[in-house]
């Protein structure tokens, strides 16, 4: 995994929204799921999304992919298509562990042999060696989360030359126990240095929020909108530990004042 | 078992049990069912039926009015005479009996003009309606006597179908009975290179007859008598008033098929058919012959038992006419 | 304007299917209401449009290719005398009863198919044998065994519908993923439960696939099956008026009968299936292209 | 041994499909074996048990149940002479040939009915609606047109079969999860590449339940022409064989001819689309009682 | 959501597994995924299992569940039917949130009109008062997850009469915030004790483990074996942070020799 892709710092922003609106069904059903989002995120950049279940940070993540549609306000790309890892594992079921993998790369027009070797250390790097010739249906929880991380990675390490590249990861770890997510944390920065991708990372993990990231942003939920954002880029133990504190406690505010 | 048991079926055991409540009569919508076709429009059979109600049963084809009287959903119909011995050979000589003729003659092989002697069919095909049928029997039996069969393609189509076949030149020959051989020769320019009548005696053979359930024919004896004073009727109308008849006839066809035949067709249909009750049972026999010559069947079906003439013999006394001869068929 | 129509028809589909929980239809945006008209109307007008060409310039002769007007004027005769209402009456009313007595006979016989292994080894391929065969094969022995009845033409309706249908639930339970009948098992759910309350409702976009497929069966066999005969019992469906068509060799009357049958067709599909098929997918967040 | 003789036309099959991504049967347990072996054989034996003990029984007559042994004579008379080959070869070949251009025709309209809302609004009814036009209606149609050649034949396999098909992958396109395609979007999947890579291979279980649909229509459709259109050029196929049957109103050659139809299609679903669908299935997990 | 039951400590187990083995698949492909389990759980007790991503915790579950039929071994079950709350979701995709969690009450064969008072109490108790006219697809991963938490809960709570209460849990907090998250635990608390059903707890945070459970089972992988148990129960905050210091080793060491 020492793929170097040309990084392009030059542009000044991988994604701009501004007062971005969606809402979710018509009349009375109507939901507005985010209201008058302002977010932007600099080429090669580390940003946390954090918010209460249900605020609207896939919605954010599927707005940018470009899967949705914003009801207002307008959405900048730097990239013409981000790589992206869903919320759910969202392997193809018919297709094993390692053709899952290989996927972007055969849709990019990558060759069979070049395809199976990046596929093996893809799977290789998410601790799935053995289980490439699996189905979907035969992995665990936290392996198929794995192989779409994999996968992810895949579509994300394959790109020459189009723009600043972007990931976005929709609590990428949330079925993984505690070391291979501590292991894969550390691959995920090793990854995101050696590419200087920017990252949208969605978790619901303060402690992983403030160890990845270099901003944090929270959501407030019904409507999501920006709460607040924090700069955690390169803090020691004890000041992350104190950042930690303090999302922490602002994500309270923000969920009773939301209940109340 | 089966064999044990032997095969006593119902029509042996039934008895008279005077009129019936319903007569289920079958037919065509065909110039060839003329006399049915007048008969009910005038009502000729409603009324020597009287009280005995009448359900008219109009069929598409032969097979399936055949499987309707095996069947037992039929008590009396008009069918073609192959389908008929069909049905009675099919049966065993069980379940039904021709009790009259309906038509005679009526069919011809007509071909494009360039055709005008048998020898000319060589490696051309010749259609007919079904096989199996009168005429399919007919057409392959001449084949077998003009030395003619392997030279010479058999096929069968329906007869809408043949004509328009016939109009774009893909068939340049084809047997067909009344209205049909008309509509060739009427509307599609086709020539008679031969009328089935020159093959027979007195140019009388069967086209259709009319055959009854035996287990029906055995319990209302009266109400086939009635049907049969009805077809009478029907015959002597349509020898005293033909133009009227052919009316009849084409009203029939208009209400049942949508539409009814031009009157040239019906013209010239009408004077090839000959409606007559006297089954010609004599050239049964031959018939069946016919139809292991042809190839159609591989053994000849034994006719004993297949006609039973007794109640047309008892209405043609009644109204001063000569018997009908069943030629020793009516007995097993 | 068959859409605006349509829409009290399908809530009422779905009422009458309520077990299944589909659910009241959302509202629905012009421009569907746009497309769903004007399309399918457009795809008409063209294809006259085409047809009407060929025949002004006269390529086939008329007999091969009648004037869209004649076929017209035979649609327009029939239905002037008020035949034409005999016929839909006389075809139509057979065919719902036979759809709905195939229903009755194939979702049973789809679950036991789908879910006891050895009744699927043993009748499964013997359901899709009958599949292929046409129903045309079976008006002789039906009628043989049944008489000129109704019956007859109800067994050869029933042997076109009953194998698609039942096939077409086989499918849809087969596509269930596996996790839903597990947390059916253990909420509780018996065998029967778990069939009304879990297979059925899962199965149901296929199972829906499968009642379009059973319909058109149904419909087909019981052209075939009015071939039989015609008769005070049987009446004079559209299948009969179309073989009289052909046995005059009457091009206008026998495009009409297609016509007729065809109209028939498309009639159910938006009256009844596309609506209901709509509510189902739009349910599940499956709304694709609908 | 049936179940043996597939594996390896299951696996050609599977194959050929390499596109779809099939996966490679798994090993097989002796208890399906023993099970798909003998279960359908016992449901025949069961079958021809009952028959013989009504016609023992003489409830009916023997023209109206004919005894399985008189049904078994014609098949084996035909066998005898070998004309069973030249039936089987004419029908077979045809149905075929008819199957898979319905299946080239099918696909890529089933893609468009399903992907373009506009051709869905557009031409979905008329789909149906043709499809729902029984076969016996073309006929005379096809052979105006085309007279009797196999052209005519094809043309009505193909009205039956390609709408069929089509609905089938339309209807197992809906039913994809809608994460999939999402998926293939943002893994830079363009329009064909979304439908040879995302689409067809997930929609597969209901395609191929649309494909067994689908040769149920050629075939009857095939058959409904045989049983019209004759001719020498034609050959003699199995419809044909059926219908000389009918006209000498001959019970034993009816049954006969429909033993033959209907193993042609037991056959076929027991050698092609039984192990297709089994592979398929298993690869995703949802064996369900396969 | 006072729901009170007869509790049934009278027996002297919950669930007893001996020797359990579980290999999935045939010849060459065969997986043995659990291997020699031994456990028991007592009436009433909450045990939490921990182990790698892929060791066969879901697996033990749905062995217990009766699921899915063990290769060798035995299990006894004191009760016909536990309740299970599965790793996915698993919502029927065609019946609204509200109507998912009445699903156990129908079939069981409450009367509607209580059980959709009791769907409204569950949902509310998960924070999901609003959403119970939703359907799946309009809701986020994690309220899927709480709805599907709900829905356990009526199954649990709904047994009259029926042996010893039992409650399987998958990862049933994996997808939620921090706030809502802990909200919950004690809220299942609270139900645990007013009920006195055992619970067997699958989750991959550890604190999670010590904090809720009475004992915690480590689970080592390939194949899945019963590596060591920490007894919890009522341990205070500085002892929980020791135990957990611990167990994180242990598992840390577990996952590295597996990885050797
Ligand atoms: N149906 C199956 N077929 C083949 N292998 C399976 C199947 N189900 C599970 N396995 C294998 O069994 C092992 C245990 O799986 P299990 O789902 O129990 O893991 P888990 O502990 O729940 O993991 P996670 O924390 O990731 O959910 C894995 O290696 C998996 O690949
Ligand atoms: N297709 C949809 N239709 C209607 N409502 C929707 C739809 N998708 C999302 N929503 C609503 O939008 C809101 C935000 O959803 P979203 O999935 O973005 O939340 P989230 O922040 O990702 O939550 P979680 O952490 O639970 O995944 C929720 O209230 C949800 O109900
Ligand atoms: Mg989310
Ligand atoms: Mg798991």
Redesign the interface.
């Known amino acids: 995994m020492t793929a170097t892709l040309p990084t392009h710092r030059g542009t000044d922003t991988a994604v701009r929204l501004t007062g971005v609106r969606k809402t979710f069904?018509?009349?009375t059903?109507a939901v507005t799921a985010l209201d008058g989002i302002d977010l932007r995120v600099a080429p090669g950049e580390f940003v946390c999304l954090l918010g209460a279940s249900g605020c609207g940070k896939t919605t954010v993540l599927n707005l940018i992919a470009g899967l949705d549609q914003p009801s207002a306000g307008t959405i900048e790309l730097s990239t013409s298509r981000p790589a992206v890892m869903f919320q759910e594992a969202a392997l193809m079921p018919w297709l094993t562990a390692a053709r899952n993998v290989e996927l972007p790369l055969r849709l990019a027009g990558v060759k069979k042999a070049e395809r199976e070797t990046r596929a093996a250390e893809l799977l290789d790097l998410v601790r799935l060696s053995g289980a490439g010739d699996k189905r979907p249906?035969e992995l665990s929880g936290g392996m198929r989360q794995r192989v779409a991380l994999a996968r992810a990675l895949a579509s994300a390490l394959n790109r020459e030359g189009d723009g600043a590249a972007l990931l976005l990861m929709d609590e990428p770890f949330s079925a993984l126990d505690a070391i291979t997510r501590d292991f894969l944390q550390s691959e995920l920065l090793r990854v995101w240095q050696a590419t200087g991708t920017a990252v949208v990372f969605v978790t619901h993990d303060v402690r992983e929020a403030v160890r990845l990231g270099q901003r944090v942003v929270l959501l407030s939920s019904k409507p999501g909108r920006v709460v607040q954002e924090w700069a955690v880029a390169d803090l020691d133990a004890p000041e992350g530990a104190l950042v930690t504190e303090e999302i922490n406690g602002r994500l309270r505010e923000v969920i009773s004042s939301h209940a109340a | 078992s089966r064999a044990d048991r032997g095969d006593t079926s119902a029509a042996d055991t039934a008895t008279d049990q005077g009129p019936a409540a319903e007569l289920?009569l079958?037919y065509f919508?065909n110039v060839t069912h003329a006399s049915a076709l007048i008969g009910l429009e005038k009502g000729f059979f409603a009324k020597e039926l009287g009280g005995t109600k009448l359900?008219?049963?109009?069929?598409?084809d032969g097979?399936?009015?055949v499987?309707?009287f095996?069947?037992?959903?039929?008590d009396a119909g008009f069918i073609g005479s192959g389908p008929a011995i069909n049905a009675f050979a099919k049966s065993d000589g069980e379940a039904v009996r021709l009790v009259a003729g309906g038509t005679s003659a009526g069919a011809q092989l007509v071909t494009s003009a360039d055709i005008t002697k048998p020898e000319d069919l060589v490696g051309k095909t010749v259609v007919t309606p079904a096989l199996g049928n009168t005429q399919d029997v007919a057409l392959k039996k001449w084949l077998v006597d003009k030395g003619l069969k392997d030279r010479v393609q058999v096929t069968n189509r329906?007869?809408?179908?043949t004509?328009?076949a016939f109009?774009?030149g893909e068939v340049q020959a084809a047997w067909l009975p009344e209205p049909w051989s008309s509509r060739l020769v009427l509307d599609a320019g086709a020539k008679v290179l031969l009328d089935e009548k020159e093959l027979w005696a007195d140019g009388k053979f069967p086209t259709t007859t009319l055959l009854v359930r035996t287990q029906y024919l055995k319990e209302h004896p009266q109400t086939v008598q009635a049907l049969l004073r009805g077809l009478l009727t029907a015959n002597a109308y349509a020898g005293s008033d033909s133009a009227d008849a052919k009316l009849a006839v084409n009203k029939q066809l208009e209400a049942?098929?949508?539409?009814g035949l031009n009157a040239a067709v019906i013209d010239r249909a009408f004077t090839s058919i000959s409606l007559d009750t006297d089954p010609l049972a004599a050239t049964y026999p031959r018939l069946a012959k016919d139809a292991v010559t042809a190839g159609v069947a591989t053994e000849e079906t034994k006719l004993n038992g297949f006609f039973d003439l007794g109640a047309l013999n008892t209405v043609l006394k009644a109204a001063g006419k000569p018997e009908a001869d069943a030629a020793g068929l009516d007995t097993k | 304007m068959p859409h605006e129509a349509t829409a009290p028809v399908a809530d009422h589909a779905v009422e009458g299917l309520d077990a299944?929980?589909?659910?009241p239809e959302?509202?629905r945006?012009r421009t569907g209401l746009v497309?769903?008209v004007l399309?399918?109307i457009?795809?008409l007008v063209l294809f006259v449009a085409v047809w009407q060409a060929l025949w002004a310039a006269a390529i086939?002769?008329e007999?091969?290719?009648p004037a869209p007007i004649a076929v017209w004027d035979q649609v327009w005769k029939?239905t002037q005398t008020g035949q034409v209402w005999e016929f839909l009456w006389v075809s139509v009313h057979r065919a719902i009863i036979g759809f709905l007595i195939s229903l009755a006979v194939a979702t049973p016989l789809g679950l036991l198919l789908?879910?006891?292994?050895?009744v699927?080894?043993?009748?499964?391929?013997?359901i899709?044998?009958?599949?292929?065969?046409?129903?045309?094969?079976?008006?002789?022995?039906a009628?043989?065994?049944?008489?000129?009845?109704d019956a007859a033409i109800y067994t050869v309706v029933l042997l076109g519908a009953v194998p698609?249908i039942a096939?077409?639930l086989v499918?849809g339970?087969?596509?269930?993923?596996?996790?839903?009948p597990?947390?059916?098992?253990?909420?509780?759910?018996g065998r029967v439960?778990a069939a009304r309350?879990?297979l059925l409702?899962?199965a149901?976009?296929?199972y829906?696939?499968?009642l379009?497929?059973g319909?058109?069966f149904s419909?087909?066999?019981l052209?075939?099956a009015e071939?039989?005969?015609?008769?005070?019992?049987?009446g004079f469906g559209l299948?009969q008026?179309?073989?009289?068509?052909?046995?005059?060799?009457?091009?206008s009357?026998?495009?009409a009968?297609?016509l007729l049958?065809?109209?028939?067709?498309?009639g159910?599909?938006?009256l009844l299936?596309?609506p209901l098929?709509r509510a189902?997918?739009r349910?599940?967040?499956?709304?694709?292209?609908?």
Chains 1, 5 share one sequence.
């Not at chain 3, 009628?143 to 009845?149: P, Q």
């Open positions: 069904g018509q009349g059903r249906h | 289920r079958g919508p359900v008219p049963t109009k069929f598409n097979p399936t009015e499987a309707a095996l069947g037992g959903s039929l329906e007869n809408a179908q004509l328009d109009k774009k049942l098929t949508g539409k | 299944l929980d589909a659910p959302q509202p945006r497309r769903s399309a399918p457009g795809a086939w002769p007999y091969q290719l029939v789908a879910k006891v292994a050895i699927r080894a043993a009748i499964g391929p013997v899709s044998g009958l599949q292929s065969l046409p129903s045309v094969a079976w008006v002789p022995a009628v043989l065994w049944f008489g000129t009845t698609s096939n077409g499918a339970i087969d596509q269930i993923p596996p996790i839903l597990r947390v059916g098992k253990v909420l509780g759910a439960d309350y879990i409702p899962a149901l976009p296929g829906l696939a499968g379009k497929q319909w058109a419909w087909r066999s052209m075939a071939l039989i005969a015609t008769s005070p019992q049987l299948g008026y179309l073989h009289n068509g052909m046995s005059l060799s009457d091009m009357m026998v495009m009968g297609i049958i065809f109209l028939v067709g498309v159910i599909e938006l299936f596309r098929e189902v997918l349910a599940r967040g499956l709304s694709g292209s609908l």
